[in-house]
């Protein structure tokens, strides 16, 4: 009697247990994924933003992008003449101003470039570096500031050699420092507060020093076409009498590792102290350019 | 008295029965997955090292997860940002995933080489496909390891591969997920 009792009372045991242990909460795959969610949500990450802008130039001036590490980009860009010049110069096709450029990225952070524009035979050199990243995550900065150094070499022979010409005359530098916002996918702006300093003014009524402020974006329109805008603003009393005012329009168009630049311009100039300070053209008057930026990027140090 | 003592035993030995489960959740150690495009004029590989997952052997359930701008390699700087911004778009789908259930029933507790299908819901890109993919699973005393080796096809993850880089990115993408796991 008691044997069968003990028996009949573990089968129910047995049964009991089996049926809980069925019935434990089971780990759902979807469960076991909210698992990890949660993990990596604690987890103390940074993510820095990248691609604010598909190349280090917008339209004429430097965006907050720099080149990668051991990356060498050939740039090459070319301004025609002005479209109110009509018919007959084929609306400024028959002139042409072009810059040949090397740029190079010796970190991830800090890059250096050289280049020769046609324009007065100026040769430029420059040095840029981001000194902030915007980031979210356990470090959220909300803007990248990257510093850019030029200077400018003009080497076009001097007009009146009968003064005492000195080759310091020929220098001049500008310093910017850019600080720049990825707002979305498609829209990134920036602005450019930027310092010119020529050894040689022209006329003696003339400022050395210059000051301007950048503002300039960027649209994206598709995943690979974007548009641009680029405006440079020279602070009255610190400008040059007479110049006007660097406004730039125009499209990136992306593929591979290319990005072609069109864009409308009022400056004929492509370095730094030509375009800001020095631009004539008037939008109004029709001094309008047509020009491009070929950028083609090769890795040249190892990864 | 007999018959008491053997009541208490038998019940202690049924207690300590039900308490043993042989059910764990494994979780990712150590985990990495290597892809590889290859195509006519170019050949990509990455790799990224931050795999994590879960499987649970009792239910034999799993879930599986990398964060896709973790793949470092690739030929350039550009092409990883064009991998990021231009093809995978990792601002909107940053992981990608994997969950579901193993096929066959084995005993996880027993030591020794297996090789099970994993059959579930495989999202890249944003976009699901049921898959049903083969693993070699190399069950340890403490730990598991598994490997596999899989293709992914571009199309049906919704990643167009324009007309100019056509030789240069191949359209189906050789994986290798390589993880070993050990219990929680």
Known sequence: MLQRKIILIWVVWVCIT????????T???TD??????NESASQKTINYTTATFKTTRLVNGHTVENVGKGVLDVKIAHRFGTLNKGGYELFGLD?????MGLDY???????????????????????KMKLLRQSTGIRNMPVTVTYVGTAALMTLKWGDTSRKNYFSSRLSYTHQLIIGRKFSESTSLQIMPTFIHRNLAELASDPNDLLAIGIGGRQKLTKRVSLNVEYYYQIPGYKIDGTSNALSVGFDIETGGHVFQLHFTNSTGMTEKNFVSETSGKWEKGDILFGFNISRVFTIGKN | MVKNTQILVLAAVMFFSASFSPASVYKVTAGSISFRSDAPLELIKAASNELTGLFDTGTKQFAFRIKVNSFKGFNSALQKEHFNENYMESEKFPYASFEGKMIEDIDYSKPGTYNVRAKGNFVVHGVTQERIIKVDLLIKEKSISLKSNFAVLLNDHNITIPKVVHE??????????KADMSAR
């Open chain 1, 18 to 25: 089996g049926k809980i242990m069925a019935q434990q909460p």
């Open chain 2, 168 to 177: 240069k990115l191949a359209s189906e993408i050789k994986l290798e997920v």
């Open chain 1, 27 to 29: 780990a759902d795959s």
């Open chain 1, 95 to 99: 002139n042409a101003t072009m810059r």
């Open chain 1, 105 to 127: 990225g010796i970190t991830n952070n800090l890059m250096v470039g050289v280049g020769r524009s046609t324009f007065q035979k100026t040769f430029d050199a420059f040095l």
């Open chain 1, 32 to 37: 076991l994924m909210a698992q990890l969610e």
